[in-house]
């Protein structure tokens, strides 16, 4: 498979369902029931504008029958007066529609995307493993667009296409049915040019959606790892690739302009045929006496905006299929379970705290793995029957080789991901009967890869914890020396970041992220590889500052460099899912196994002799 295919096989959107479903729409409707005054104003709005515009070709009717023929001027002047009122009315009532379902729409893609991007934080790590970034991206932007192109001119508004329509028919019958039907007898060809059109624009539509999802993702992650593409030199390969995959979105779009290009003057066609039918035979009717020359006129500009709607209601169609084909990958998002979510006794306890309240404050408590089996895809488990226990203030390492399992005992620990088999307890009770927010309150986090946002380096500290003041900041940031590098800042602590932290270096966020650890106080603290990306010096300076961090504290450190890690409690040592060793660094050397190779691989790779004397 090429490298497009498999790209086009990963982030092509799902595949559309049916044009209309009655359940999307009525699940659709009920973002409009908290703005049901604003929808009523609108409706009256439109009911009343399509009355007032069946009133110019009536008047026009009337001046011609009645007052040219008779030379009354006052009367002409009444008409005229008529005409301005209702053309000034019908504005207005035009501007309270627009203006209503316009700031409605806006009101309703706030909350649409306010619930999407809740349900996104929400939704575990299993979920974002699997889905792309770039196609989230869609569902949240440009999927909303369209549902706000739906409510602002598609679901009200049809209704004044029907009452126009119906009015119009309604009047012409009214005036003479002869001319009525004959005005009527070209709705078969209206029929089939708009089932044409549907057909067409519908694939058309499919094909503009899939091409975009595409761009949105190839986007995200080219310029994601741009450092990736110049340092291979991909710039060329990935240009091109984007010149494909711009020019299907290009021509799909252009295939859609056709349609609308072949639809819109074919049904000025059809329109113009039908007022040559009108003139011919009723013509003739006025030449006999047998029609008024002003029913003639009103039959003519009646039938010109008796075809306008149903052109606009085609229109509305397209922007109903797109309204449908949003909503459903929408509410399949919506509708993604939560895997990782508070019992039902948490939740219940949850009714009663405020959503963004502060987190309890709690102890280490005892934590133990209790013969726990994971696996992150069907097939092969990462963790295989994996017991230990953690007290109080103990200091623990994990090591082992890559894909051993130590990241994922960090995941499961922090429920992230739910254990397939055994479980994970503190102090006696299974992790998945706590609260999410009270779980992940008693740790601190400091990862290899860390996430810094855009922001001052302050905030990046304290992410948005209020309790967490200047002073604490800077206590935190000494501690871990990172004011070394923070004060030579032209703004210190004060000086924004670019996105991901990018005008800091690995080890510089490394430190950050630390300074973040401590100034959170959590009873618990992960160091995930830690220091695997700080030089050499900046690993001697934080040595100290972290043996200020972890006491008192529980400590789980995950790490490659044996030589940070000598003077923990207890090292646990994973070799392909499973726990093969466990003891303090002199023991585990002592017993010449796993660690002891690795220990020995890894000192002989430094050119040292340090592991004599450290085992004797």
């Known amino acids: 498979m090429t490298d497009n295919a498999a790209h086009a096989a990963t982030h092509d959107e799902e595949v559309l369902g049916k044009a209309y479903d009655a359940r999307l729409m009525r699940r659709l409707l009920t973002y409009l029931r908290p703005y049901r005054p604003q929808v009523a104003l609108a409706v009256a709005a439109i009911i009343g504008h399509s009355i007032l515009e069946l009133a110019p070709p009536y008047l026009t009717k009337v001046v011609i029958d009645r007052y040219i023929p008779a030379g009354d001027l006052s009367g002409l002047g009444f008409i005229a007066v008529l005409f301005f009122v209702a053309l000034t009315v019908s504005f207005a009532l035009e501007y309270v529609q627009t203006w209503t379902m316009q700031m409605t729409g806006q009101r309703i893609m706030f909350d649409l995307r306010m619930q999407i991007y809740t349900h996104l934080q929400r939704l575990d790590l299993r979920f974002h493993d699997r889905h792309p970034v770039g196609r989230m991206m869609t569902r949240v932007t440009t999927d909303v667009d369209v549902l706000n192109e739906l409510f602002t001119s598609g679901v009200v508004s049809v209704f004044g296409d029907l009452f126009t329509l119906v009015g119009i028919m309604a009047v012409l019958v009214w005036m003479d049915w002869r001319l009525a039907l004959m005005a009527f007898s070209v709705l078969p060809l209206i029929v089939l040019i708009t089932q044409w059109f549907r057909r067409n624009v519908r694939d058309s539509y499919r094909a503009v959606r899939t091409w975009l999802a595409r761009i949105n993702a190839f986007l995200q992650e080219r310029i994601t790892g741009n450092a990736t593409v110049q340092l291979f030199r991909r710039e060329e390969r990935d240009r091109v690739a984007f010149d494909t995959i711009n020019a299907g979105h290009r021509d799909a779009n252009v295939q859609s302009i056709f349609y609308y290009a072949v639809f819109y003057p074919a049904v000025e066609v059809v329109g113009a045929l039908a007022a040559a039918l009108l003139l011919w035979i009723g013509g003739g009717w006025v030449i006999e006496d047998a029609l008024t020359l002003g029913s003639l006129v009103a039959f003519l500009q009646y039938s010109q905006r008796f075809f306008r709607p149903i052109s606009d209601m085609s229109e509305k169609f397209n922007v109903l299929q797109g ?294």
Do not use: C, W
């Open 323 to 616: 309204a449908m084909a949003s909503s459903e990958r929408i509410f399949a998002l919506l509708d993604t379970p939560v895997e990782i979510a508070n019992s039902r006794t948490a939740a219940r306890d949850d009714m009663a705290r405020p959503a963004f309240g502060p987190v309890a404050q709690t102890t280490a408590g005892v934590i133990r793995f209790e013969h726990v089996t994971f696996a992150y895809v069907q097939g092969e488990p990462v963790l295989r029957d994996v017991s230990f226990e953690i007290q109080p203030g103990q200091r623990v390492a994990i090591v082992g080789a890559t894909g051993s399992g130590k990241t994922t005992i960090v995941n499961l620990l922090l429920r992230f991901y739910d254990v397939q088999e055994g479980r994970i307890t503190i102090d006696g009770a299974d992790i998945r009967s706590m609260r999410l927010d009270e779980l992940r309150g008693r740790f601190g986090l400091v990862l290899q890869d860390v996430h810094l946002s855009s922001g001052t380096l302050a905030s990046n500290v304290r992410l948005g914890r209020e309790s967490i003041d200047d002073a604490a900041v800077r206590r935190a940031v000494e501690a871990v020396r990172a004011d070394l590098f923070i004060d030579r800042l032209p703004r210190g602590l004060d000086t924004r970041l670019a996105e991901r932290g990018a005008t800091l270096s690995v080890g510089q966020k490394q430190l950050v992220s630390f300074a973040r650890a401590l100034a959170f106080d959590r009873p618990v603290l992960i160091l995930d590889e830690a220091t695997s990306s700080v030089d050499t010096d900046t690993e001697m300076l934080i040595r100290d500052a972290l043996t200020t961090l972890m006491r008192g504290r529980t400590t789980l450190a995950i790490a490659h460099r044996l030589s940070t890690i000598q003077d923990m409690d207890r090292i646990l040592v994973m070799h392909k899912g499973h726990l093969r060793e466990s003891g303090s660094h002199q023991e585990l050397l002592a017993g010449r196994g796993i660690y002891h190779r690795l220990y020995e691989l890894q000192f002989k790779a430094r050119g040292t002799t340090a592991l004599a004397p450290a085992a004797s």
